[in-house]
């Protein structure tokens, strides 16, 4: 055997054999595989450079390949809380604004009770704990980019926020009632029927679809926003500023509403066919009793303003730059469980394990059911308080959204920036936290007994008042002898304000046979049925810019005024339970993201939210809306259907909107209290043992090794490595 060549060896005893085999020569293949092994070695630095290159390109802001060197200078924690800002509020201020806001309007326009109101309103939170679970566990998911997720949910947003406003384009101009024939008083008039049949309702099951639809696109649409959102902030600031960071998102997404109650109040001071109508030509104002606002246009404005922001949130990467050691200088404080140490859960298919290993930490549970019942308090509250405002003190709609605006916005937005600075201010563990939730729950608690104050009800006849004329014997409640030649059956809904201080359905009702426009009023003259006082003067209208213009009347097209003066008191306690309930917010959702391990907390706060939808914020409309139709003491009735409520018993919905006030309070004190009882801090041998966490490290003494001196305690980390620009910057 001889070597011949460096590529490999010959045996020439078998060279010449002819045994059947073909003789194979290594020496040619061993010179391809070196050739083959050099061109790998040489390959291989380029591998990591490229993946370095794309990974370096993919934390770059842009779109697509577009991702020029100078849109790189945005791409910092600011910039990004900035635009979630923006989007926070838009959310806020289109449901949580706008949606109810025009609650009264649509039901007035189309015909609606409080209970398909109530449907409307709940068609959010159905689409939100359908698409929770997925879109929180998918978008979590480690480089899943979150800022993609944000901005394809804004733009869903808008998209419902167009098909909101679409009945209104579907419908023909309002008939505003008062302006026909019938709808005064005309002696031996034979009734007649409208119900052929032909004509097309303008309200009803299709009105509530097109709106429910819109619902469940901003419900989808806003998802990412308050988990994936939280979490992408979470991710990339400190965990010292995490909570500062996040009470000025949660204080924007407070400001939202508060911007869509003074917006869409403003809007409902617009005629809602403007375009095509002019109201003083109709003889109706704002005040009227049949007025209806422009309640479409806010929907049109949000939709521009999601396009404008969904646009700058898709830039940015799927995480900042310095992530990673902010990542490195956390340190756990999930609560100490065989729940916290299950193993990270990656695939779809191991969903319902991962859910169980969170729902097995009791102090997670019990901030979920707190959670729940302040939701469904915050939610059937923002969409019937404007009503009960309006029934209760006689306030029309756009001032009753006026006024809930101005006072949601130094309570809601106050409240929620108080409560995280108020984390960072005392350095309060979890368990500190958690107590603090219970404190401010309470004092909101005592604050819902505002509910107590009520006025009595407007003197409407025939409804909370009889007729000062003999009622007819067979006829409804709301005829009497001085009206029942005016066969006023077929008179819509249209309430006036007679000089004697009482509401009559209309004027037909109040038995008035002339009418005469004064500017942008009507007054009704001749009206049989409003006996005024011997020597009492008649009041008088002054036309608007016009001299020597006063008109005596015995009945307006405008609501009458009260006497009540308990309006400044329920604001003002209305303020206090806003304030103390938002200020639990932030130092709630704190503790959430504090009590479960980092690699959950996406996951956590979905399943958090489907729960808070699902027991809280969900059923929340529908039960409220119940609760105010079984105070209604009138509904409007048209061919033989029962539509929207025309009067309220304001001392049956004072009661209710009492009771349901405080067992939600008295449900949020138990859950925080249970949420604190049973928290056990990593390493506490205790139950319910109260031991501050590691983040109470004096940022004085910090030092970029081991941590030697802690407050209340003492960690001990061999190799720890304390980034102090990290923990202690206010500018990061």
Not at 33 to 61: G, I, W
Not at 198 to 220: D, R, S, T
Not at 386 to 409: R, Y
Not at 597 to 621: C, H, M, N, Y
């Amino acid at each position: 055997m001889s070597s011949e060549g460096s590529g490999g060896v010959v045996n020439k005893a078998f060279e010449g054999a002819d045994d059947g085999f073909h003789t194979i020569d290594l020496r040619n293949n061993r010179q391809d595989d070196q050739h083959r092994t050099q061109a790998s070695t040489e390959a291989v630095p380029s591998s990591p450079k490229r993946a370095a290159l794309d990974e370096e390109q993919s934390l770059k802001c842009g779109w697509g390949m577009f991702r020029p060197t100078w849109l790189q200078r945005f791409r910092t924690a600011k910039w990004a809380l900035f635009w979630l800002c923006w989007a926070g509020a838009i959310q806020g201020m289109v449901v949580n604004g706008f949606v109810n806001v025009v609650i009264t309007t649509i039901e007035k326009r189309f015909g609606l009770r409080s209970m398909q109101t109530g449907v409307i309103a709940g068609g959010y939170d159905m689409a939100s704990f359908a698409c929770l679970a997925p879109v929180t566990y998918l978008g979590g998911r480690a480089g899943s980019s979150k800022p993609r997720w944000l901005g394809l949910g804004v733009l869903l947003m808008g998209t419902g926020s167009l098909l909101f406003a679409l009945p209104h384009f579907l419908v023909p101009n309002y008939r505003i009632a008062g302006n026909e024939a019938a709808d005064v008083c005309t002696p031996n008039r034979t009734s007649t029927s409208s119900c052929d049949g032909n004509v097309p309702a303008e309200g009803g099951a299709w009105a509530v679809a097109v709106f429910v639809v819109a619902q469940l696109l901003h419900g989808a649409g806003a998802t990412p926003l308050f988990t994936l959102g939280v979490t992408y902030i979470d991710e990339n600031v400190s965990k010292k500023m995490s909570s500062v960071y996040l009470g000025v998102y949660y204080t924007m997404a407070v400001v939202g509403p508060a911007m869509g109650y003074v917006i869409g109040g403003q809007m409902l001071t617009i005629y809602t066919d403007f375009l095509s109508v002019d109201s003083d030509a109709l003889g109706i104002t704002p005040v009227s009793s049949v007025w209806i606002g422009a309640w479409w246009v806010g929907f049109i404005l949000s939709a521009l303003l999601c396009l404008i922001v969904a646009i700058p949130l898709m830039a940015f990467p799927y995480e900042l730059p310095g992530a990673a050691e902010i990542r490195a200088s956390k340190v756990s404080e999930a609560h100490e469980g065989a729940a916290s140490k299950s193993a990270a859960f990656s695939a779809l298919h191991e969903l319902p394990q991962a859910a169980a290993a969170l729902l097995r930490n009791p102090t997670f549970l019990f901030l979920n059911l707190a959670g729940a019942s302040e939701g469904m308090l915050i939610s059937g509250f923002a969409a019937f308080l404007p009503k009960l405002i309006e029934n209760q003190f006689a306030v029309n709609a756009s001032d009753a959204a006026l006024l809930l605006g101005v006072i949601t916005v130094p309570a809601g937005g106050g409240g929620t920036f108080l409560g995280g600075w108020l984390v960072k201010r005392w350095r309060l563990a979890c368990a500190g936290i958690i107590k603090l939730c219970v404190a401010a729950t309470v004092v909101a608690a005592a604050f819902t007994f505002c509910f107590v104050l009520t006025c009595d009800d407007y003197p409407f006849a025939g409804v909370t008042v009889m007729y000062d004329s003999p009622s007819v014997p067979g006829a409804d409640h709301l005829t009497a002898l001085c009206n029942v030649e005016c066969a006023c059956a077929s008179a819509p809904y249209s309430p006036v304000c007679g000089a004697d201080g009482t509401v009559y359905y209309s004027a037909c009702h109040a038995g008035c046979t002339t009418r005469t426009l004064a500017g942008s009023a009507q007054l009704f003259h001749q009206c049989s049925c409003i006996l005024t006082k011997e020597n009492t003067t008649l009041p008088v209208y002054d036309i608007e810019g016009v001299t020597n213009s006063s008109i005596p009347y015995e009945a307006i097209n405008s609501i009458c005024t009260t006497d009540c003066p308990y309006l400044w008191v329920f604001v003002s306690l209305s303020f206090g339970v806003m304030l103390f309930t938002f200020l639990a917010t932030m130092p709630a959702l704190s503790a959430t993201l504090r009590c479960v391990r980092e690699d959950q907390r996406s996951f956590a706060l979905g399943i958090q939210w489907i729960k808070v939808r699902l027991l809280g914020t969900i059923p929340a409309p529908l039960l409220f809306g119940f609760l105010i139709d079984l105070s209604c003491s009138l509904w409007s009735t048209s061919c033989d259907k029962t539509g929207a409520c025309l009067q309220y018993d304001n001392i049956n919905m004072s009661r209710y909107m009492l009771g349901i006030a405080l067992v939600g309070k008295l449900c949020s004190i138990l859950f925080f209290f249970l949420a604190w009882w049973f928290y056990r801090p990593p390493g506490s041998k205790n139950g319910n043992a109260v031991v501050p966490s590691v983040d109470l490290v004096v940022c004085g003494e910090k030092t970029n090794g081991n941590v030697t001196n802690v407050a209340n305690g003492t960690v001990e980390r061999s190799n720890g490595y304390c980034n102090a620009a990290l923990e202690c910057s206010d500018h990061l």
